[in-house]
């Protein structure tokens, strides 16, 4: 596609519940990373791809969080029993490859609230 | 490990005046410099880049200079519109082959008219 693509846009879900986030990164693009935006933080990164295999996964916080993608495109990043404390902007961001030298494209975000 | 540090916002300015937002960072060898921008509603986006000391990034009437000595990257417009009003993020890449990029917290310009 013409740019990252991000579903959805926003989601409002009941603590302990299950959520899951889409992205689509630009096309041919080997690499996908997630992010997290939360208010007065900063970019907060969670998770790299190249390909299909996810070589850092360093920035995952906690192992309610998981990320997969397939097919070199869509990613999909789940949070299982969310936490308020998971309320954020969920970003994500493709590379044509692994060096961030040529800088990342962004998708407009997932706002994701937990009530 | 990487840092950066960015001024803390939100910088208010009237249109016209100049602008400067600080960035300094902590890296090991010789890291990429990044300015993004986000403006409301919208994802980020790239406005400009440096890749070796003593390069500057330009764009959109925007400069940053990558001074290796000072640690910096500070951001300069010399005349504010209402439009540049958002939130810029400074960032750096690591110098090995692959390596994630590592964002300040950002800072919230806004432009009166």
């Known amino acids: 596609g013409a740019g990252v693509s991000q579903s959805p846009s926003n989601k409002v879900t009941e603590k302990g519940k299950d959520v899951e986030l889409r992205c689509d990164p630009i096309s041919g693009h080997t690499a996908l990373y997630w992010y997290r935006q939360s208010l007065g933080q900063g970019l907060e990164f969670l998770i790299y791809?190249?390909?299909?295999?996810?070589?850092?996964k360093s920035g995952l916080p906690s192992d309610r969080f998981s990320a997969e993608r397939t097919g070199g495109s869509v990613s999909t990043l789940t949070i299982q029993r969310t936490q308020q404390e998971d309320s954020a902007v969920y970003l994500c961001?493709?590379?044509?490859?692994?060096?961030?030298?040529?800088?990342?494209?962004f998708g407009s975000g997932t706002r994701l609230t937990v009530v | 490990g990487n840092s950066v540090t960015q001024m803390e916002g939100p910088v208010t300015l009237s249109e016209e005046a100049f602008l400067t937002i600080n960035c300094t960072y902590t890296a090991t060898g010789y890291p990429s410099l990044f300015w993004y921008v986000q403006y409301p509603g919208e994802g980020l986006q790239l406005l400009l880049k440096a890749t070796k000391a003593d390069d500057k990034g330009s764009n959109k009437g925007f400069e940053a200079t990558y001074r290796k000595e000072t640690t910096s990257f500070h951001l300069e417009k010399g005349s504010v519109q209402v439009s540049d009003s958002a939130v810029y993020f400074c960032a750096l890449s690591g110098s090995s082959g692959y390596s994630t990029l590592t964002f300040g917290k950002g800072t919230m310009l806004l432009v009166s008219p």
């Open positions: 961001a493709s590379s044509p490859s692994g060096n961030s030298m040529s800088g990342y494209t």
């Open positions: 791809f190249q390909g299909n295999s996810a070589p850092d």
